[in-house]
């Protein structure tokens, strides 16, 4: 059981987030071609580092291949002692590197995450697909698209240019 991502506007004073709005992950083709995971993470609620898995086109990636920018330590009372991330993380993996992704037509991401929300709520871990299909610099998970562009799990160049367009920053 993982969250997701939010936005601060998403949820009346007191109550808690979607965990898709808690924590917005998308995708992003950087200047290298590579692709790299970010979460945009709501006012109140952190990511869990070590609660996080990545598949890419079917295979796990391992976790020393996944590299993270330095975190926040904290006492977790379900975890021990865990490192966090608020606001954004911007994740780097080595499966993710050009040469790794193969001459796949698009490139297929399972993101396991958890988070909670500083209210003392945990949420399940969150499991979300995200489609990037060639020269696509980003894409958001399937939930995130259009009904009509979920059918097939494939989502289009414009439709992700829509979805960006429409999603709170």
Known sequence: SWPLHATQGDAAPGQLLDPVNAFRLSVHRVASR????????????????????????????????????????????????????????????????????GKEARTDLEVI??????????????????????????AVPVSALPESAREGAISSVRTNELVRKATPR
């Not at 995450?113 to 499991?127: K, L």
Request: glycine content about 8%; aromatic content about 12%; overall charge positive.
């Open 113 to 138: 995450s958890q988070g909670c929300a500083d209210v003392g709520v945990c949420f399940p871990p969150m499991r979300q697909h995200v489609v990037v299909n060639p020269g696509e610099a980003y």
């Open 34 to 101: 590579a692709l790299e995971v970010q979460f945009d993470i709501a006012d109140g609620y952190y990511l869990y580092r070590d609660r996080f898995k990545l598949m890419v086109n079917g295979y796990e990636t391992r976790r020393s291949d996944l590299h993270w920018p330095k975190g926040l330590q904290m006492k977790d009372p379900n975890f021990g002692k865990v490192v966090t991330y608020r606001k954004a993380v911007r994740l780097r993996a080595t499966s993710l590197l050009p040469g790794n992704l």
